[in-house]
């Protein structure tokens, strides 16, 4: 299982980014991808590197066609091999 964490919004847009955020979270929910999101970030869970990947190229095609001028992209992947572990397997290793 690959674990990413994801941030993408508008550095082009003023302050208040929430409209473009939101569509994010929507085009991440309509994926079907196991997801959480938080206050910073939106993690998800998928067999494949294409699959977060054209989560992500959805996500920016998204806010280009919404009129973003310059979109930033925060991306951590964490791929372990050796073992099938999930966003609740690491929360639960934590606590």
Do not use: C, W
Request: charged share 35%; no cysteine; net charge negative.
């Amino acid at each position: 299982m690959i674990i990413a964490e994801l941030a993408i919004f508008p550095t082009s847009e003023g302050t208040s980014v929430s409209r473009y955020v939101r569509k994010a979270i929507e085009i991440i929910r309509e994926s079907g991808l196991n997801h959480e999101t938080g206050a910073m970030s939106t993690s998800m869970e998928a067999e494949t590197l294409d699959e977060i990947f054209e989560v992500i190229k959805k996500a920016h095609d998204a806010m280009v066609e919404m009129g973003a001028k310059r979109i930033h992209i925060d991306l951590r992947i964490d791929h372990r091999l050796d073992r099938d572990a999930t966003m609740e397997y690491k929360k639960r290793a934590v606590q």
